[in-house]
């Protein structure tokens, strides 16, 4: 399995964990409401660029070789693998 990396996604990641940091001060710092809210969803936003960036470094990569290459059973468990996750990601949004 190939190491996922991307200097964009740690760059996401980042700053999902700065913003995280900001929402925790805040609440500390008893802010209002509304602007805690509003750095959470940007939080949840920057969370849903990195899992799209995650997938798509995925698709192009482990999921790519796999599907290329000759291993019946490999390629089976990478589409089982995408499959899951993507459930996943529809529960999500339900």
């Known amino acids: ?15 999902a964990r700065s913003s995280t940091d900001k929402i925790i001060e805040m609440l500390e710092n008893g802010e209002y409401c509304v602007d ?4 959470n969803l940007a939080v949840i936003g920057l969370l849903r660029s990195a899992h799209r960036q995650l997938m798509e ?21 990478m589409a089982e693998e995408i499959i899951k996750v ?6 999500e949004a339900k």
């Open 36 to 39: 805690i809210m509003q750095q």
């Open 57 to 77: 470094n995925h698709l192009n990569t482990c999921f790519k070789d796999a599907v290329e290459s000759k291993n019946v059973k490999r390629q089976k468990e």
């Open 86 to 91: 993507a459930q996943m990601v529809i529960k």
């Open 1 to 15: 399995m190939k190491k996922c990396h991307s200097d964009k996604i740690i760059t996401t990641f980042k700053k």
